[in-house]
């Protein structure tokens, strides 16, 4: 059956009104975080429950671009992307004033050397068919209100509103919240975000654009410029194939450390001003509003695992500092999480499924620490000051090694153990980062 039209057979998503369940982990929030947990959990025999408050398919507020790192994910979920929708990429485009160059994935041992484009109306939609095709159990229009604790403020499920506003109460020993940036269930349990990490916003819209639609190359501008000044946007514009007639396009920034947030709306129409006119990316040729979205980046939330609750994703300000990506990192965040479950649920109630339960933010940390502490440093000295124009001055531009080194930094492409120059060099660089400590909350 074709990834377009997945099969709507089988039980009602909907929750029944009145009437509550349980499981041994709820998943709140059917995002790429949230059906990644949930379908690894389902594959190594949980049960599982998904909650998710929208219906699918449903618009969510994203580049739609896919580097290969989550492509990699797509492909341990077996989702089959050589299905109709799915477009593929050989690499980067990088634009910046005069320079533009092209930059392909690499071949390495562990990731594909494409990348994919898929419209986030329908992505979302396949992955969590892909989790109920696994065994997780789907209810849809059903927003998650709070957690449950017992007495000694431990999470023992949630509560919940259907659409007709009936409430409901979902019980588990282990939650998952997936909730996007929101963080309820974080915020309802106390764990703030870090006050000295920023938060970048991201804007995007689409365009008839039937010529760049077919593009090999996810295309990125890094001398975006604030509306009203000559001053550099703390970021980068991207217009991304999508394949079918249209691109996605949208720019995402940091506030400027000097000049404060930038109106994207504005910013975005000044740049696609400079575009040819031949491409399309103007007003008459726009598909729906300009939409825009918080970005919380670089471990922002802290700790990501506390008295039965786990945070993945957006939730646990998992996006990165380096680009923004986010669909990658929460799709991996989901299947270690899933993993640390279903080990912790191997065991009683104790002392030893609670060990096991914080090696969960330990191994977050082992694979992202250093790389996250150095982007967040990247973003607070560089980034947050003058965007990607400095970074990618004529030198760098000018150097096939240097573009290669910087595109896989950005990106979080190395193999381990390293394979090239390439790689020694930024392994050897995370080494030298020193590995933040794990926080925990009792």
């Known amino acids: ?171 588990a020993p282990l939650v998952v919240a997936a909730d996007g940036a929101s963080a309820r269930l974080a915020l309802a349990l106390g764990l703030q975000r870090d006050s000295r990490r920023q938060i970048a916003t991201a804007a995007r819209r689409y365009y008839r654009s039937p010529d760049r639609s077919r593009e090999e190359y996810l295309e990125l501008w890094a001398d975006l410029r604030f509306p009203d000044s000559d001053h550099y946007l703390p970021g980068y514009g991207w217009i991304f194939p999508m394949g079918d ?55 922002n939330r802290h700790p990501l695992y506390t008295r039965g609750l786990l945070l993945v994703g957006d939730s646990g300000g998992m996006i990165s500092p380096w680009n923004g990506e986010g669909i990658g990192q929460a799709m991996e965040a989901g299947e270690v999480a899933a993993e640390t479950a279903t080990l912790a649920l191997a065991l009683p109630r104790g002392p030893g499924r609670e060990r096991v339960l914080h090696g969960y933010p330990v191994e977050m940390n082992r694979r992202w620490g250093r790389y996250y502490r150095l982007g967040n440093t990247a973003a607070d000295l560089v980034f947050g000051r003058s965007g990607f124009q400095p970074v990618l001055n004529r030198y760098v531009m000018g150097s096939p090694f240097l573009l290669n080194a910087l595109a896989r930094l950005l990106t979080n492409l190395t193999d381990r153990p390293s394979r090239d120059l390439t790689d020694h060099l930024l392994n050897g660089v995370m080494r030298v980062v020193p590995e933040p400590q794990v926080r925990r909350v009792r």
């Open 245 to 299: 007639g249209r691109v996605n396009v949208g720019l995402g920034a940091l506030p400027h450390r000097r000049h404060g947030k930038a109106d994207l709306r504005a910013a975005l129409d000044r740049w696609l001003s400079r575009t040819p006119h031949a491409w399309g990316l103007r007003e008459e040729n726009a598909e729906g509003p300009v939409r825009s979205a918080a970005l919380p980046l670089g471990f």
């Open 1 to 171: 059956m074709s990834e377009t039209t997945p099969d709507r057979s089988g039980p009602d998503e909907r929750a029944v009104p009145g009437r509550g369940e349980e499981a041994q982990v709820i998943v709140v929030g059917a995002g790429p975080a949230g059906s990644a947990a949930a379908f690894h959990l389902a594959r190594a025999g949980v049960d599982v429950l998904l909650l998710e408050k929208s219906r699918f398919p449903r618009e969510k507020v994203c580049g739609d671009g896919l580097t290969p790192r989550a492509v990699y994910q797509l492909i341990r979920m077996g989702v089959d992307i050589s299905a109709p929708g799915w477009t593929r990429s050989r690499g980067m485009r990088w634009i910046a004033g005069d320079h533009r160059v092209h930059i392909d994935w690499p071949s390495l041992g562990r990731y594909p050397d494409f990348g994919l484009s898929r419209s986030r109306h329908d992505f979302d939609d396949i992955l969590a068919r892909h989790a109920v095709a696994a065994g997780a159990r789907l209810r849809t229009e059903v927003k998650v209100t709070g957690p449950l604790t017992d007495r000694s403020g431990r999470v023992t499920g949630v509560t919940a509103t259907t659409g007709t506003k009936e409430s409901l109460t979902f019980r």
